[in-house]
């Protein structure tokens, strides 16, 4: 699975992207991360790309014009990847791939979302910063409005960053062992290793007898009864 995302701010995923499981997912090309910054689709030659509110107001909005020409370079990139020919146009285009608009004010995202969405190839997320992205560009291409919480961050990359993970989980082979992922099997939100009993500040603390009789009706019984 490819997640191509439009941001202004693209080295904010490294650290994320760069460690643990997505990171070997990656490496594995189970899934791939591709960034669009319109920065780079600014006609302005000092790569500006934020200007006053009409109307008024705090803040600086980010022009419609370069965000729809670095959707339509993942579209493009899309295309290419399945071998299709297709010119693209803002208003007629119409390509079968998740288009998230992330905003406050957003459908809530779940992990019911997260299964859904993995199930494409390819997802479009766009990232807003300051006051926004001019709303025109959701008059040029159908978006899914989502939110991950009920919230306002100063920008997109973090809930886009929390998709991924989310999304990404529900690939095969992200994972390893399916059954890795919780929702799937019978899970506890409380879990337990080694040693059984060890002690802090003079009270014993002890893995649950349950968890060490190996009756494995009765520990997915108590398993339920935590959730």
């Known amino acids: 699975?490819?997640?191509?995302?439009?941001?202004?701010?693209?080295?904010?995923?490294?650290?994320?992207?760069?460690?643990?499981?997505?990171?070997?997912?990656?490496?594995?090309?189970?899934?791939?991360?591709?960034?669009?910054?319109?920065?780079?689709?600014?006609?302005?030659?000092?790569?500006?790309?934020?200007?006053?509110?009409?109307?008024?107001?705090?803040?600086?909005?980010?022009?419609?014009?370069?965000?729809?020409?670095?959707?339509?370079?993942?579209?493009?990139?899309?295309?290419?990847?399945?071998?299709?020919?297709k010119k693209l146009k803002a208003?007629?285009?119409?390509?079968?791939?998740?288009?998230?608009?992330?905003?406050?004010?957003?459908?809530?995202?779940?992990?019911?979302?997260?299964?859904?969405?993995?199930?494409?190839?390819?997802?479009?997320?766009i990232c807003g910063r300051y006051e926004g992205i001019d709303a025109r560009v959701k008059k040029a291409f159908k978006v899914e409005e989502i939110s991950v919480g009920p919230f306002v961050l100063t920008g997109g990359e973090l809930p886009a960053m929390l998709m991924i993970d989310v999304i990404a989980r529900q690939v095969k082979g992200v994972l390893g062992d399916f059954n890795s992922l919780e929702e799937s099997r019978i899970a506890s939100p409380d879990v337990y290793t080694r040693p059984e009993t060890f002690e802090y500040k003079g009270k014993k603390l002890r893995v649950p007898k349950i968890l060490l009789s190996g009756h494995q009706a009765k520990i997915n019984e108590w398993k339920l009864r935590q959730k």
């Open 91 to 125: 208003k007629s285009f119409n390509l079968k791939v998740p288009l998230v608009w992330l905003s406050p004010s957003g459908k809530q995202f779940t992990n019911e979302s997260g299964v859904k969405y993995a199930k494409h190839k390819d997802i479009v997320i």
């Open 1 to 85: 699975m490819t997640f191509h995302i439009i941001t202004l701010f693209p080295h904010a995923f490294d650290s994320y992207l760069g460690e643990s499981i997505l990171k070997r997912a990656i490496e594995d090309k189970k899934i791939q991360v591709k960034f669009y910054n319109p920065r780079d689709f600014t006609e302005d030659k000092h790569k500006r790309i934020d200007r006053a509110p009409y109307g008024g107001g705090p803040g600086m909005v980010i022009q419609a014009e370069p965000v729809i020409r670095a959707i339509e370079k993942a579209y493009s990139n899309i295309l290419k990847n399945v071998g299709m020919s």
